[in-house]
């Protein structure tokens, strides 16, 4: 079956840094599209960044510009995203998602999602 499991979460201070991983099983991996996406409290999921099927193309939202990076490594089916200068309202649960078309991924109505994995960020 497929699954995506992310890790690497964790308590940071304020301008501190994370990588979080995704890591891929039950699908071949280099066909799909990866995207990260993560949910505040009594909030809806918010789209954080994505990358295309080979790496060549990335999107990110406003508030990830410049501080975040998202990357991945088909070899171990692994999606990366890097995070920096860390805020406060960073903090969420950050999940990745999975799907052919990036839009569609984006829209986060992707096909495939993982469990999450926590960010706490202390001001």
């Known amino acids: 079956q497929v699954q995506l499991v992310e890790s690497g979460g964790g308590l940071v201070q304020a301008g501190g840094s994370l990588r979080l991983s995704c890591a891929g099983s039950g699908l071949t991996f280099s066909r799909y599209c990866i995207g990260w996406f993560r949910q505040a409290p009594g909030k809806d999921h918010e789209f954080v960044a994505a990358?295309?099927?080979?790496?060549?193309?990335?999107d990110y939202a406003d508030s990830a510009k410049g501080r975040f990076i998202i990357s991945r490594d088909n070899a171990k089916s692994t999606v990366y995203l890097q995070m920096n200068s860390l805020k406060a309202e960073d903090t969420a649960v950050y999940y990745c998602?999975?799907?052919?078309?990036?839009?569609?991924?984006?829209?986060?109505?992707?096909?495939?999602w993982g469990q999450g994995t926590q960010v706490t960020v202390s001001s």
């Open positions: 990358i295309s099927w080979n790496g060549g193309t990335t």
């Open positions: 998602a999975a799907d052919e078309n990036i839009s569609v991924l984006i829209a986060a109505q992707g096909a495939y």
